[in-house]
């Protein structure tokens, strides 16, 4: 069948806005549209396994358009022209018209391919997005189990055997002064001195170790006095100098943002201290008009910035992947800027707004629960 310049051009356009076209209602709009224009077709049907053992069928009519879903095989048409996505299957879908006749068949020829790609990429990339989504809530879901397990250890450190180390601690110090005044005791007055030394050591750890797996102060105080105290403790176990300093007035942000800011200015200066072979780190929480950015900032050797991703563009660094899924989970921004010779910098700006997102997100999933 021959075929007219204007059918050329309709064709032409026709391809080209179903490869373009941005969802799957646009890709049936537009084989509607070509196949009114192309074969004269008032009404059509599409049918396409958009699932396993369920289909979608789109209609098409003069008196309007509908679409369904079913878990049944939509049969094609019985009186008009039907034209298989393959050929060799049935059930990879169909598009008919209820009305015969060489240029019906031509026209649903012609677009059939073109709506079949179209609708298999549009199925991939759901099914790809899907996945994203469901890799991105498994992240999510571990860093908060990670960061309650931490509170918990935390606790059980501090409350627990904290108190029985200090307990333990008293106990021998009351032995050292029961026995010290009698004859004959000094070398056990000298061991009970040294195991209640070894015991404040020990509890001195139990603490830092609990302080580091959860600050209470985070909770009591607020972020700024949490990573004030944070960088204290880094510049008083390492050769590192770490400065913090706010600026702006503070605002409460909710204890799951302040968590990970927290947790976000660890990584940087854990990284700091590991790669930067520097000698100062400064920290800035700055709270602005819209968000508070937390800005960390060495004096390292730096690096080249493409290095922190592989061919596949996914980060290597397992420190700025996980400050970057803590961003992303706050609907966050992050930037690492560096080069080689000259530090890095590493950049959280969290709006005030990622507050009220994250409590729907979670009354969201409490729902689901």
């Not at 789109?58 to 034209?83: I, L």
């Not at 799951?256 to 520097?278: F, K, M, P, T, W």
């Amino acid at each position: 069948m021959g075929l007219s310049q204007a059918d050329i051009h309709r064709i032409a356009g026709f391809v080209r806005k179903v490869a373009k076209a941005p969802n799957v209602e646009t890709i049936i709009s537009e084989t509607f549209t070509a196949l009114k224009a192309l074969g004269g077709i008032d009404r059509a049907r599409i049918v396409y396994p958009s699932a396993p053992s369920m289909w979608t069928e789109w209609t098409a009519a003069s008196d309007g358009f509908a679409v369904r879903s079913s878990d049944e095989w939509p049969c094609p048409e019985q009186k008009g022209v039907t034209v298989y996505f393959d050929a060799k299957n049935d059930h990879s879908g169909f598009i008919s018209a209820d009305k015969k006749g060489g240029r019906v068949r031509f026209a649903l020829e012609i677009v059939a391919p073109e709506v079949w790609s179209g609708l298999l990429l549009q199925s991939t990339l759901a099914r790809v997005q899907r996945a994203a989504i469901s890799e991105t809530e498994l992240v999510r879901a571990t860093l908060r189990a990670r960061d309650e397990e931490r509170r918990h250890i935390a606790r059980e450190l501090h409350d627990d055997l904290g108190q029985l180390l200090t307990s333990l601690k008293l106990t021998l110090k009351w032995a050292e002064d029961l026995v010290r005044p009698k004859p004959g005791m000094t070398q056990v007055v000298k061991e009970l001195g040294v195991a209640r030394r070894d015991l404040g050591v020990m509890l001195d750890k139990v603490r830092d170790l609990s302080h580091t797996l959860y600050p209470r102060i985070l909770d009591t105080l607020g972020l700024v006095a949490a990573v004030k105290d944070l960088a204290y403790q880094v510049s008083r176990h390492s050769s590192i100098q770490v400065e913090c300093n706010s600026r702006g007035k503070p605002r409460p942000l909710g204890k799951d943002i302040d968590v990970a800011l927290y947790r976000c200015c660890q990584e940087a200066l854990s990284n700091a201290i590991r790669h930067a072979e520097g000698s100062q780190v400064r920290i800035v929480i700055h709270f602005a008009q819209r968000e508070v950015r937390v800005t960390v900032e060495d004096d390292g050797k730096g690096f080249d910035p493409r290095t922190l991703y592989d061919s596949n563009s996914r980060m290597m660094s397992s420190g700025f992947w996980t400050i970057r899924q803590r961003m992303a989970d706050l609907e966050a921004a992050f930037r690492v800027s560096t080069s080689e010779n000259h530090g890095t910098v590493v950049e959280m700006i969290v709006p005030y707004s990622s507050r009220r997102i994250h409590d729907r997100r979670k009354d969201k999933a409490a729902d689901r629960r």
